[in-house]
């Protein structure tokens, strides 16, 4: 039983996944009681450990070994005795078993020119700044989160929008409400009221 939730941060690379992780966990150790929430930087662990087979010139992306990934996912969201508390920040849902994530985030970024600048500036290919456009407009990665833990009314599965800079903030502050409305939630289960 965890005492804190796991939480997947995903969508579009560039709508925000790394900031807003980031942010979250800041407020989270400020907070009063502070809380413990751990950033999982999937793109750190996929260099870190390897778990990549090659590299795609043409995406400007290593080609991911998805098997040896999700190895290391479980174990390291099995650390601390499976406590919880991770902030798991990738742009896939692919392979994540449900039973590890308790919230899925999909950060949205509707506009599209914002999308655009934010994946230019980071010197990515024509082809792959609209490949990852296509994939924002038409919600590839909202689609597939809610294949996995059912539909947005669910309440598993929620999408903010990430446009502007207060957008940020306010996401973070969203999620680390609900993150004590889980602990509210579930405390007296883990205490064993
Ligand atoms: P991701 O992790 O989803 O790829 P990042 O968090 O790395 O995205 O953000 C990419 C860039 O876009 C960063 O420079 C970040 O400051 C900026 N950015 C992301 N979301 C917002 C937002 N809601 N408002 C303003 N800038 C943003």
Redesign the pocket.
Known sequence: MRSLPNILVT??????????CTQLVSLASQSSPPLDLKHVSINDIVKERSCHTGYDEELQTLIVDDDKLMDEVEKEIADGDGAGGFII?W?STAGFAVRWVDLVVV?R?DETSVLYD?LA?RGYRDEKVQENMDAEIFGVVSEEAKEGWGEVEDGRVVELK????E??EENAERILLWVKNWVKDHGSKTNGE
């Not at 990430?162 to 800079?165: D, G, K, L, N, P």
């Open positions: 969508g579009t690379p560039g709508v925000g996944k790394t900031t807003t920040d742009h950060l970024c934010r500036s990430s446009v502007q800079a957008d940020i």
